[in-house]
């Protein structure tokens, strides 16, 4: 199973998860099973995404477009996200999951850099310091997933560290498959039972082959727009008739 793969589960369950919300929202799906196992499947996409991150992280050349492509996605995600899971034009008191995945993003960078310093201890304490500063950063901006997520890509983000007595006796796919169980714990643990759902995707994870699959700029910018376009999409379709008079 290939990277490409992978995204698209996530994004399939992304979708089933915010129509759920988008209909809540609108009055068309109240509260009940449906909704329930709606939502439920979408536990699945995040961890995905986390996973992805790291990955990311590990292979690409440019680690600060990386960042930029991720803040800038942000900001043109933060509107449709208000809109389709609030009901509002913007609020200050929840940011989308890309402010998460960049503050992800900058402690899983903390963490590889701190890993490869000489001195292990200043090492480890930065990268310890850098997991700190982006959990109470994604806090204080009310992130989606806020510290949970970040500390759950942050568990994930081990996998890219420099840890060349582990790599001697396990392999790449057991290092993924205990980093990626780790973050899961760790989402589980401080944001909601209904997380644990996502040890589901360890099915997806074990199959994974480290590949990258078809690639190409028109795919890899529209998997990055296809999160704002969804949510505006719901949107317009769901949320912004229930709303305007």
Known sequence: MSALVLKLIA??????????????????????????????????????????????????????????RLAILAVLSEVPFDLTIFGTGMTIYAQNVFFTLFLGLLAVYGIMYGSRMRNKLIGWGFAVFSVIVCTAAAELLHTDYGDAGVLMISAMGLAAADLPRIREIVTEKQIRLATFTLGVLMVTWLSSTSEALAFLDLIFIYEYNGQKGYSSKLLQYGCYLYYPAHLLILGILFVIPQITP
Not at 28 to 42: E, F, K, P
């Open 11 to 68: 994004m399939a369950t992304m979708l089933v998860d915010h129509t759920a919300c988008a209909l809540h929202v609108a009055g068309i799906l109240s509260y009940g099973t449906l909704y329930t196992i709606l939502r439920g499947i979408g536990r699945l996409a995040f961890p995905i995404f986390g996973f992805q991150l790291v990955q990311g992280a590990i292979h690409t050349r440019s680690k600060w477009k990386y960042l930029l």
